[in-house]
């Protein structure tokens, strides 16, 4: 199973990622180094993550409002409502990282203060999710290796990506 978490520090948003998988006796039983295999594929859902809600915001259908933006002007075409953001300068996607953080234990996310407004939206924004749908699509990835390695048995954690993960 991996815990999954939200912080703000720095003004940003973040997702942490940690191993602590209740299968580990049917792991070591199938011959896997259960310590090592939940490092990587923890450190493999946080790549995974970043590199899912790069793509969603540079490459996404955007259907929201077209506007004139800065001078010279130009014009933007951004998202609506429950869509990635729309990238404009390409700061929030350039800002997106992850980083091992310990033993099994990784984090996902970006240190640009609006990135909790876009993830979460605001009394006069609505919500454009970036972060908390691609971890769902890496969760289920890692679900998939997951039940490979244990035979065909589901993890605890595919009950918790269905309930969905929820900001603080």
Known sequence: MAAIGYGKRRGGLKIKLSGMLAD??????RGHN????LDKEVLKTAIDTANISRK????????????????PRRTHRASAKGQPPATDTGRLVSSITQKRTGHAEAEVGSDVVYSKFLEFGTRDMDERPWLR??????GEQFEERMFDKLG???????KFMRKGARGD
């Open 24 to 29: 580990k006796r049917e792991l070591k039983r």
């Open 34 to 37: 259960v310590e090592d295999l």
């Open 56 to 71: 969603s915001i540079q490459r996404g259908i955007k259907t929201g409002t077209t506007y004139q933006k800065y001078e």
């Open 133 to 138: 749908p691609a971890l769902e699509k890496a």
């Open 152 to 158: 065909g048995r589901r993890t605890r954690l595919n």
